[in-house]
């Protein structure tokens, strides 16, 4: 299995570009996330989704929109690149029943990442 | 407010010795779950052991373990015999079950391990 894969894995983009991250992972997990990471720091989280159709804001989500429309796939838009948004960006997806259950078995995978930077 | 706290934002830890990283966490759920993840400086996040609020024993795996202390909301991993390879960004992080924090991981500002000969 690929588990989660991301592309690209690193672009310059100018001030007010715009660009789209892809995100696929192949192990049928109805969560998935997007991340931030900023240079030594901890992530954050942008957005996430609870399956197709679903998706819902983080703690950073201005200047980013996402959409799911299958289980496999979570791109990241960026609109208007700025240089705040220079940053390595982290793809994930984990297991979750909806109703309940265990929290066991449920770790995120992560994507290689995308390092980001606008100038 | 800050969910998951590592207070110690660097360590180092001589080959072979014993490294614990603490991790305090903040929450009102009595179900969740705490992750440790590991992230080389080549940038992957490696996911190493888990615990959850209802175990009863502390979680080990190979060389890691967890020293779980639920009234203190504390989760240190604790890293025996250190090697080389062990040098990286450490991150602690909480899942809920909460409404408003459902399926989301929550993780700390990560403490950074330099295993030393």
């Known amino acids: 299995n690929a588990g989660v894969t991301q592309t690209p894995k690193f672009r310059i983009l100018k001030i007010g570009q715009s660009m789209t991250l892809q995100c696929t992972q192949d192990m049928n997990h109805n969560y998935m996330y997007w991340y931030r990471q900023d240079p030594g720091m901890g992530l954050k989280l942008i957005y996430y989704s609870v399956g197709a159709g679903i998706t819902d804001k983080g703690e950073v989500p201005n200047g980013y929109n996402v959409s799911r429309s299958t289980t496999e796939d979570f791109p990241l838009r960026l609109e208007l690149a700025a240089p705040s948004q220079t940053s390595v960006y982290f793809c994930?997806?984990?297991?979750?029943?909806?109703?309940?259950?265990?929290?066991?078995?449920?770790?995120?995978?992560f994507g290689q990442g995308t390092r980001l930077t606008v100038v | 407010a800050q969910k998951i706290t590592q207070t110690q934002p660097g360590m180092f830890v001589q080959e072979k010795e014993a490294v614990t990283l603490d991790c305090t966490y903040d929450?009102?759920?009595?179900?969740?779950?705490l992750f440790w993840y590991k992230q080389p400086s080549s940038g992957e996040m490696i996911f190493l052991i888990y615990?959850?609020?209802?175990?009863?024993q502390n979680a080990t795996e190979g060389r890691y373990s967890l020293n779980f202390q639920k009234a203190r909301k504390s989760a240190n991993l604790v890293i025996s015999a250190s090697q080389l390879g062990d040098s990286a960004m450490y991150f602690c992080?909480?899942?809920?079950?909460?409404?408003?924090?459902?399926?989301?991981?929550?993780f700390g500002a990560g403490t950074q391990v330099v295993v030393t000969p």
């Open positions: 994930a997806s984990s297991y979750l029943l909806t109703g309940g259950g265990p929290l066991s078995n449920t770790e995120a995978f």
């Open positions: 615990q959850g609020s209802y175990d009863q």
């Open positions: 929450t009102s759920d009595p179900s969740y779950g």
């Open positions: 992080a909480m899942r809920e079950k909460t409404t408003d924090s459902w399926g989301k991981f929550q």
